[in-house]
Structures are given as C-alpha cells and as structure tokens.
C-alpha cells in the first residue's frame, strides 16, 4: 500500500508528473483513435461520391477519387490505422514499460501515489471531525455559516492540480 512506502517529496513528485504524462498521452492516443475513425467514415463518404459521380456521367472525377485520393495515406503513405498502430506499438507501449519500470522500482508498483495519500488525508480529516463533533455534542449551534465555509473550502486550497486528478 502506498501509506508503507517511503519515498521523498521529490520521488512522490516525479511520480506524480509521470502519472499525468502518461494519462495526457492516453487521452492523445483516443484522440488518434477518434481521428482514424473519422477519417474512415470521411473515406466513406468519398467512396460513395465516387459511385455517383460516376453514375451522373462524371468519369473523370470519379476515376481521381478511385485511383488518387481513396488509396492514398493521411500522412505519407499511411493509412490511419497504420498510425494508430504505429503510435500504440512503438511509443504507448514503450512509454508504458517504462512507467512500470519506475513505479515497480520507487513505488513497490503503486498508482496514483499522490491521490492515494490525499484520499487517506481526507478520510482521517472527516473521520477525526466527525469523532470531534461526536464528542462535544453538536457544534453546529455554535459555529457561524462563514466558520462552515471556511473549513469546507480548506481542502480546496490544497497544491491543487490543474488536471483535475484527484
């Protein structure tokens, strides 16, 4: 678990930032994916207006979609799915071998060690509050509402990430 390990800030940081980068490049890899599949069903579309061109008497045009334009690649000479496997076979994969090297070796594995030390953090915070409340009776009669907002926001003040991880 990640409340035994014994890593410093700067590990738990870097940790942190390579977690995000690999989760960044997944959400680049869907977007590729989007992308190849958008670009199937564009490639579709040209195949169909080739049929009509061709039936409305324009050969020509038909026979540049048919011999230029539908075998030709997005990029070079490549299909989208040839990038789509190229990106997931040559870097994802790579990448995430690497991210498993790094945690097997700082972290005993773990993921999300930063947001697993936050969950804890709150859940001892709600815990020792709730425990405070049940021992003095209710406080609720003697906090103002700007007391309340004060200590609910706290949390939110935190180093808090602009990725929205936690």
């Avoid at 890899?29 to 039936?55: F, I, K, S, T, W």
């Avoid at 953090?121 to 509050?129: H, Q, V």
């Avoid at 509402?145 to 609910?152: A, F, M, Q, V, W």
Wanted: proline letters at 1%; aromatic letters at 6%; hydrophobic letters at 25%.
């Amino acid at each position: 678990m990640a409340d035994d390990l014994e890593l410093t800030d700067a590990e738990r940081e870097a940790l942190h930032e390579l977690t995000l980068g690999i989760e960044h490049i997944y959400r680049g890899y869907g977007d590729l994916l989007d992308c190849h599949h958008q670009v199937g069903r564009g490639m579709n579309h040209l195949h169909e207006a080739e049929r009509l061109l061709r039936g409305a008497g324009h050969g020509e045009f038909a026979d540049a979609l048919r011999d230029d334009h539908l075998p030709s690649g997005a990029i070079e000479d490549m299909w989208t799915y040839e990038l789509v496997d190229t990106f997931y076979e040559n870097f994802l994969t790579n990448l995430g071998s690497f991210e498993g090297r790094v945690r097997d070796d700082l972290a005993a594995g773990e993921r999300h060690i930063t947001e697993r030390e936050q969950q804890r953090e709150w859940r001892e915070r709600a815990r020792d509050r709730g425990q405070n409340r049940n021992r003095s009776g209710s406080e609720s009669g003697s906090r103002t509402k700007g007391s309340e907002r004060s200590e609910r926001s706290e949390g939110s003040e935190r180093d808090g990430d602009e990725d929205g991880d936690a």
